[in-house]
């Protein structure tokens, strides 16, 4: 049941909407234990305004005899680029296991044996308490770098194994997702479902697990958003996705005035990236509401 | 304690379990001192955040327009930026141009330590959360509760103290909760910018001892336990601050 701000039966006017909203919220966050991305269109012209203001400043203060700002900035983007296409397949690959795996976690949270409920619940709660960077530092010094199947050796990259240890909260929040959608439809379909002699594995599969589709869409797709920008987690670990190969960049030409413009342009393309991502979630998010 | 070090001791003899933090007074110390330095850093960053949430919260709704835009572009920034940009950003950007101060045996040391850096920008991070949270809690005070105060003769900041706040942090406080909880996880980013807390310091810990496997587990559990256990507090709290009549 979602809290009330007035129930009837009572005559305290104390609070407006307002209070309903953010309990609303918190109920929400709290279902997901992620916080949910908004994103101002404003707020990347900023950043694209600060990068040109910081370029051209770093441009009028250069020596004579250096090379632009604009030509060093262009020599690394190929580099650069390549690296924040890892930060994308990261993403994908952990958000395709990611989902596969939770949802087979969120149907076990939903199983009728007492002892499964009890074990993906306490699965859930693990991976969805552990901070996000321990749960990669674990899969990185922890998984083999190698392993040998039938006497061949597969190297598996350091990349790999940081895509498994953002699969893990992943899988942990899905699974929350998909509980919590389960549990927001009415007792009534389960009911009538059940009238009309569905056997409960094609209620879910013919009647509940279709409509939970659409509430699951928006949650799910600010999980990815998320994600992706949980994904530079991995330069401490020593991928080499774009905040690293950035920071070698910068290394490489020894110009503290870059730090900046080259900063900046990261922030640009991973805002470039989840824009449209956020803006869908929002358009999702404000359809199913009036279908309500 | 013996007893412990001595089981430790044991179980390292007999299955190679090598969980030095248990037996060896060194690493005792400094995994001791690691975690508490991890509960400090979230302590303090949990109530300078709420403290930036109140005080934001007051000035988004100032009637001095400047203040209220620079508190907006603020929550924009830290909002929509990752925390370990941020970090980065704190410690490289805005230590370099720190002052230095000479320390006892003569050697240059920054003016703000790193811990000092990852303290500032957890709880920015999280208090650009707790404005926006704060602030959606005024918003569900009525009009008509503002205008007895007023009415009643107190001033604006009185007002806000003692009847706005009060009403509004119940409201707020599971929303706030979320956000702190968050908060805790994030402190592990600490670790990016060579904080002795717990992350960092089982790092040197494995890297001498070549015990990752263990300090891995210990590491995960203490995390997870820490976290579950905030969660318990926050949410006892909740029950506690729950407004009568008003809620499920």
Sequence with gaps: ?292 | MELIAEFFRDLRATTGLNFTIFYDPFDAARFWRAFLLTCELAALSVLLSVAIGIVGAFAQGSRIRPLAWLVNGYVAFFRNTPPLVQMYFFFFALGAITPTVPDDIGMEVPLVSNFAWALVALSLFAGAFNVEIFRSGIEAVPRSTIEATEALGYSRLGAYRHVVLPLAFRVCLPALNNNLVNLVKTTTLAYAIGVPEMLYVANQIWSDALNVTEMMNVLLLLYIALVSLLVWLMHCWERAMRMPGYGA
């Design chain 1, 1 to 292: 049941m979602r809290p009330r701000p007035l129930p009837s039966g009572t005559d305290l006017p104390v609070l407006l909407p307002a209070a309903d909203r953010l309990a609303r919220r918190a109920a929400e966050e709290r279902r997901l234990a992620l916080p949910r991305v908004t994103l101002d269109a404003r707020w990347g012209a900023a950043i694209l305004v600060t990068v040109l203001l910081s370029a051209a400043a770093a441009q009028a203060q250069s020596a004579p005899g250096q090379e632009s700002v604009l030509a060093t900035i262009w020599k690394w983007t190929p580099l650069v680029g390549q690296g924040f296409l890892l930060n994308i397949a990261i993403s994908v690959v952990a958000m395709t296991c990611g989902t596969l795996l939770g949802v087979l976690l969120g149907l076990a949270q939903i199983s009728l044996l007492a002892p499964v409920r009890a074990g993906s619940w306490f699965l859930t709660q693990f991976f969805r308490n552990a901070p996000w960077l321990v749960l990669l530092f674990y899969c990185i010094f922890m998984l083999p770098y190698r392993v040998t199947i039938a006497g061949e050796v597969i190297e598996i990259p350091n990349w790999l194994r940081a895509t498994l240890g953002l699969t893990l909260p992943v899988m942990a929040n899905v699974s929350e997702i998909v509980r919590g959608a389960v549990q927001s439809l009415a007792k009534g379909q389960w009911e009538a479902a059940e009238s009309l002699a569905f056997s409960r594995g094609q209620t879910l599969r013919m009647v509940i697990l279709p409509q939970c589709l659409k509430r699951m869409l928006p949650p799910w797709m600010n999980l990815y958003a998320i994600l992706i920008m949980s994904t530079p987690l991995a330069s401490i670990v020593g991928v080499e996705e774009a905040m690293t190969l950035a920071r070698g960049a910068l290394n490489a030409e020894r110009r503290g005035d870059l730090l900046i413009p080259v900063y900046g342009l990261l922030l640009l393309a991973f805002f470039v990236y989840c824009y449209p991502i956020a803006r869908a979630t929002r358009w999702l998010e404000r359809r199913a509401q009036v279908r309500i």
